[in-house]
């Protein structure tokens, strides 16, 4: 008996996952003879969304340069509908560059693009990323209040999905 | 042909200028990133970045009979952060003014030189001073007459 039971279970798991489902019939004897079947697309959020984001290298700006650095990332990013990828750049002193002599000298920099960005789901391609419309970029000045040396700040990018 | 061999180097130039080089690509499985800012101590050029300069007259009159004369040059110094100027105002080492009337014939006027020694600081511009010292039994025994003297303005960077 139980292997009948297991037996009758088995076929009725496999008939449920390779046979189609079907909701209406349509025959002689049916008052309509159409129907309606809705075909739709499914997806896993995890495994079927993906975002790139490319950010520069470690650089370095000349003593005196008065034109902005320019420090952009590059996006590009394929969200569930509804989302937007957020990309955000904070400075860890507080947009200076801090002496790495040991001494409290600072060089202050005007940042542009810094804080959040926010990117549609779709944007971009896989290997053509773009550019946020805001430049990130850093445009020290005070050059001359400072004693000649090496200045430093640490950038951090980081990406949300919304 | 040329021309378009030139047009496509200038481009490929432009973009090795102006497209800044990516290191590292944040995804879902690396969300965060750090890029380090850091400034040379050289210029655009490549040229050192560390600098000064002081400005010393050309000539200083003495009235006749002043003790007291002060001499005043400025100096204008970037330097790196450990690094101090030092400006030293020195003479031919006999602490006189000379006077000659005719060929042959000389006479001298003592002085003394008060903080002929000066060191600034790695962000300086400034006025400094020294002061030419003649005292009153050196002018009061002295041939009336027009003396004179060089002094030597030498600058050293030292480390601090």
């Not at chain 2, 006749?64 to 020195?90: F, P, Q």
Request: hydrophobic share 40%; glycine share 4%.
């Amino acid at each position: 008996m139980k292997k009948i039971i297991a037996t009758a279970l088995a076929l009725v798991m496999i008939l449920a996952v390779s046979v189609p489902a079907f909701a209406v019939d349509i025959n002689q004897g049916s008052v309509s003879k159409e129907a309606n079947v809705d075909v739709k697309t499914s997806y896993d959020e995890q495994a079927d969304t993906w975002y790139t984001v490319s950010i520069p290298a470690d650089t370095s700006i000349p003593w005196n340069q008065a034109k902005a650095k320019d420090v952009s990332y590059q996006v590009a990013c394929q969200l569930a509908t509804g989302k937007k990828l957020q990309v955000t750049v904070t400075s860890q002193n507080g947009n200076s560059l801090n002496s790495t002599s040991g001494s409290n000298d600072k060089l202050s920099y005007a940042a542009a693009g810094f804080g959040a960005q926010t990117f549609e789901a779709k944007t971009g391609e896989k290997t053509i990323l773009v550019a946020p419309s805001v430049p990130v970029t850093l445009t020290v000045s005070g050059w001359n209040s400072v004693p000649v040396g090496e200045y430093k700040d640490t950038l951090t990018y980081t990406v949300a999905v919304i | 042909m040329k021309k378009i061999i030139a047009m496509v180097l200038t481009l490929v130039m432009m973009f090795a200028i102006c497209v800044p080089s990516f290191a590292a690509t944040l995804d879902k499985d690396n969300q965060t990133g750090t890029v380090e800012i850091n400034t040379l101590t050289t210029d655009e050029t490549g040229k050192d970045a560390e600098k000064y300069s002081i400005t010393i007259p050309a000539s200083n009159e003495i009235p006749w009979g002043k003790e007291a004369n002060t001499i005043t040059y400025s100096v204008d110094a970037h330097l790196l952060y450990n690094h101090k100027l030092n400006v030293e105002v020195t003479n031919d080492g006999t602490n006189t003014m000379k006077f000659k009337p005719v060929e042959g014939k000389e006479f001298t006027l003592a002085y003394s030189l008060a903080d002929a020694s000066a060191q600034f600081g790695p962000v300086t511009t400034a006025e400094a001073n020294f002061t030419v010292n003649v005292a009153a039994d050196a002018w009061n025994t002295a041939v009336v007459g027009q003396y004179a003297d060089t002094l030597t303005f030498t600058t050293s960077l030292v480390t601090a």
